[in-house]
């Protein structure tokens, strides 16, 4: 497993944009496929992003397509999530999760470490 920290969360107006960051620990996680997936109030966590060991390959939620980019920099050991034209509907806990594979996936089940999460709150 790895550690996982997110950053980046906030507090933001419909339109507007916001840039998370999860920042993970481990000599391996060029070696991890990683996932973005969130939770909103009395809701059930959901899959929004992922992206392949390499970078290289990517997926994401329909309700997210085209507004939000999943990228990562394994010389730093982060993975990013840039969230663009934001809506009332984006507001949740964001989490980022680690699957120790190259491919990626989109099940909870498929991964074995996850973040803390953080906080981000779109306004209407």
């Known amino acids: 497993q790895v550690q996982l920290v997110e950053s980046g969360g906030g507090l933001v107006q419909a339109g507007g944009s916001l840039r998370l960051s999860c920042a993970a620990s481990?000599?391996?996680?060029?070696?991890?496929?990683m996932g973005w997936f969130r939770q909103a109030p009395a809701k059930e966590r959901e899959f929004v992003a992922a992206i392949n060991w390499t970078g290289g390959g990517t997926d994401y939620a329909l309700s997210v397509k085209g507004r939000f980019t999943i990228s990562r920099d394994n010389t730093k050991n982060t993975v990013y999530l840039q969230m663009n034209s934001l809506k009332p509907e984006d507001t949740g806990v964001y989490y980022c999760?680690?699957?120790?594979?190259?491919?990626?996936?989109?099940?909870?089940?498929?991964?074995?470490?996850w973040g803390q999460g953080t906080q981000v709150t779109v306004s209407s």
């Open positions: 999760a680690a699957r120790p594979s190259v491919f990626l996936a989109h099940k909870m089940a498929d991964f074995d470490s």
């Open positions: 481990g000599r391996t996680f060029s070696r991890y496929a």
